[in-house]
């Protein structure tokens, strides 16, 4: 009798205890679900949408490969900060500068400065200084360079909507300012006749002095550099 009633009780603890860890293992897995915040299907639903927008922005393999890495975005040019430096100064030719140097070149470089210049403004480096402001839409730099030659400005007809140039007594050469909608164009040549195509007055005691009609010859054909520079920035 007490040999049966141990079995009994024995097997009817063992039941319980079995029972007891099946509820418990449905109760944990009710709580994982919910700590989820979602059922099964849902979980694969959102991983589904994972996995497609990842598809979407990767570019298929190519004949079994990896997928390839997007390409990254191209940096814009800008020209050491000065973006309508390499445009501007493009606008002139070696062929245009050798015409007015004794000392041929071979390319038109730009610099930009010390650092960029807060009006962006550039210089030419074509055998001579040339100046570019593509911002002077009031004309206020034009106006104060040629004030500051102080020297009475000569008319240059047909470039841009105003060019004049100046050749002060014994300053040498001639230089030149001009300006077309926003952009005003400088040259400013040295003071060494001998380095341009120009002729020089013979009455001259020294030979470094040029007459006016040659300083004017040579100063309409020096413009053509800054029409070259108004066409190429679309001034």
Not at 125 to 136: I, L, N
């Amino acid at each position: 009798m007490f040999t049966l009633r141990f079995t009994l009780g024995t097997a009817l603890g063992v039941g319980l205890v079995a029972l007891n860890l099946a509820a418990c293992s449905s109760s944990g897995s009710a709580k994982a679900s919910a700590a989820g915040n979602g059922s099964p299907s849902t979980q694969a639903t959102t991983s589904n949408a994972s996995t497609a927008a990842t598809n979407a922005t990767s570019p298929p393999a190519q004949n079994g490969s990896a997928p390839a890495a997007p390409a990254a975005a191209a940096a814009p040019a800008s020209g050491d900060g000065e973006p309508l430096a390499p445009i501007g100064c493009g606008g002139i030719t070696p062929a245009m500068v050798n015409d007015l140097v004794t000392t041929p070149v071979t390319s038109i470089t730009y610099s930009s400065g010390l650092g960029v210049y807060p009006d962006h403004h550039f210089n030419c480096d074509a055998g001579m200084q040339v100046d570019v402001f593509p911002q002077d839409s009031d004309k206020a730099q034009y106006t104060a360079d040629l004030a500051a030659e102080n020297a009475a400005p000569n008319a240059i007809s047909g470039v841009g909507d105003v060019a004049v140039y100046t050749l002060a007594p014994l300053a040498g050469m001639p230089d030149i300012y001009a300006h077309k909608g926003t952009v005003t164009c400088e040259l400013k040549p040295s003071s060494t006749v001998t380095d341009y195509k120009v002729a020089i007055d013979p009455s001259s005691a020294f030979g470094g002095t040029i007459t006016k009609d040659a300083g004017a010859a040579w100063a309409t054909k020096a413009a053509g550099l800054c029409t070259a520079i108004f066409t190429a920035l679309k001034a």
